[in-house]
């Protein structure tokens, strides 16, 4: 290995649950764990730190960032992962939630209209009552005047995904056994007035001031059109495609095909298209990076078009380093948290491939933290071929690749 990395147990954060407080209002796939996120910001912001995740997804970053107290960006190509993030981030006066609350539920009971959006194949994946019982909410929410209508839409979303037939656990669309939908109640209202209570205990519960982050959406566009200024970066980066690692478009696609035209989207699956990998122009210095190109070797020996995969993905990888560390000032600090996933049962390091990446964007390399996820929600189980029913191990490590901008 050309940098060194070191193991911590204290990391691991064994029994430390991924989602508690403000986290539980709505999971995502592949979070980071908050205390990591604590960690990396007593190590290494000083008190006047502004915090950039590039890859935001739900928020955590910019969640603990404020609750610490510290200004942040986030930046998400998926309107979804900002819609959870901005239910996260705002600071609620709880009167006026309470009082949201209270509307909401009083009014889908009297409801008597149904506002059920075109979803392909809407009968495939919800029960007739199913769909009639989420139309109500969706009219209320469209039609209703509220202060906080982000939250509500998140706690809204939550029961959409949980009401409709795919199975619990996996991030793609996978419909439950036929035997299962026969048992299925519409539990939608109950669902839906429940998940508002627990949230708004939770919000309750962590009734501190945040500083709110500023949301923004893609990475790979020029970001210097912000003028934003930062020097501190702490993001997880997606571990690979989305078509053959964690499809972030798809697991956000129940909760969105029902409040998509209430943010201002067009089509749900394209994001997974639009995540990193897309770009088709090799960027200039990509396959200098020796880590990179000898991995990718060893892939093309078992699957040549899986080995262009790879290097696609990577490309959008640098591109977007290469954008984010450009805004970062002298002796600024980049936190990259990787995993290290197999294609073709072959490991890509991308800790390695990272470090060396960033050596060549002008940062020298502080250290490589590894720790143990068996907190995260992630399949722990992947197809290393792309064929359903091949199993590989997935990652059970996480590497936190520290550079310093010299
Ligand atoms: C590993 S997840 C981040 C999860 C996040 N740390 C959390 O705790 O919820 C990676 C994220 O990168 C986002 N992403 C992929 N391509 C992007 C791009 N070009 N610009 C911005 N975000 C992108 C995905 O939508 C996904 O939410």
Redesign the pocket.
């Known amino acids: 290995m050309l940098y060194e990395q070191t193991y911590s147990k204290f990391l691991s954060f064994k029994g430390e649950p991924l989602r508690q407080g403000r986290q539980k209002i709505h999971p995502?796939?592949?979070?980071?764990h908050p205390l990591l996120v604590d960690y990396l910001i007593d190590q290494y912001a000083n008190k006047n730190s502004v915090i950039l995740?590039?890859?935001?997804?739900?928020?955590?970053?910019l969640l603990q960032s404020g609750l610490k107290g510290y200004p942040s960006y986030g930046?998400?190509?998926?309107p979804f992962?900002l819609l959870i993030s901005k239910a996260k981030t705002t600071n609620y006066d709880l009167e006026l939630l309470e009082k949201d609350i209270k509307e909401i539920q009083s009014e889908i009971k009297k409801c008597e209209k149904v506002d059920i959006p075109e979803i392909k194949n809407i009968d495939y994946w919800y029960s007739q009552s199913v769909q009639n019982s989420l139309g109500r909410i969706r009219y209320c929410l469209k039609h209703g005047s509220y202060h906080y209508p982000e939250l509500l839409k998140t706690c809204f979303a939550l029961v959409c995904r949980d009401q409709s037939y795919t199975r619990k656990g996996e991030f793609k669309r996978y419909r439950i056994k036929a035997d299962k939908i026969e048992k299925r109640k519409d539990e939608v209202m109950r669902r839906f007035c429940n998940h508002l209570e627990t949230i708004l205990e939770v919000i309750k519960e962590s009734d501190k001031e945040i500083l709110s982050p500023r949301h923004f959406?893609?990475?790979?566009e020029n970001i210097g059109q912000y003028h934003l200024e930062y020097d501190l970066i702490i993001?997880?980066?997606?571990?690979g495609d989305?078509h053959t690692t964690?499809a972030?478009g798809e697991f956000s696609s129940f909760g969105l095909e029902w409040v998509n035209d209430c943010i201002n989207i067009s089509s749900e699956y394209r994001?997974d298209k639009?995540?990193?990998g897309r770009k088709r122009s090799i960027a200039k210095g990509l396959l200098e990076n020796k880590i990179l190109n000898d991995t990718l070797e060893l892939i093309k020996h078992q699957d040549e078009s899986r080995s262009i995969e790879v290097l696609y993905f990577f490309n959008?990888y640098l591109i977007?380093l290469e954008n984010v560390l450009n805004q970062l000032p002298k002796n600024g600090i980049a936190c990259y948290v990787v995993g290290n996933r197999r294609v073709k049962g072959i490991e890509i390091p991308t800790d390695q491939i990272t470090a060396e990446m960033m050596e060549k964007c002008g940062m020298s390399i502080k250290e490589i933290l590894v720790r143990d996820i068996s907190n995260k929600v992630m399949p722990s189980k992947n197809s290393p071929s792309n064929r359903v029913g091949e199993k590989d191990k997935t990652m059970s490590f996480e590497y936190i690749v520290v550079g310093n901008k010299e």
């Open positions: 995502y796939p592949a979070m980071l995740d590039p890859f935001s997804g739900s928020g955590v970053s930046f998400d190509i998926n992962a959406f893609d990475t790979s993001t997880s980066p997606p571990y989305s964690v972030y994001i639009q995540s990193v959008e977007i």
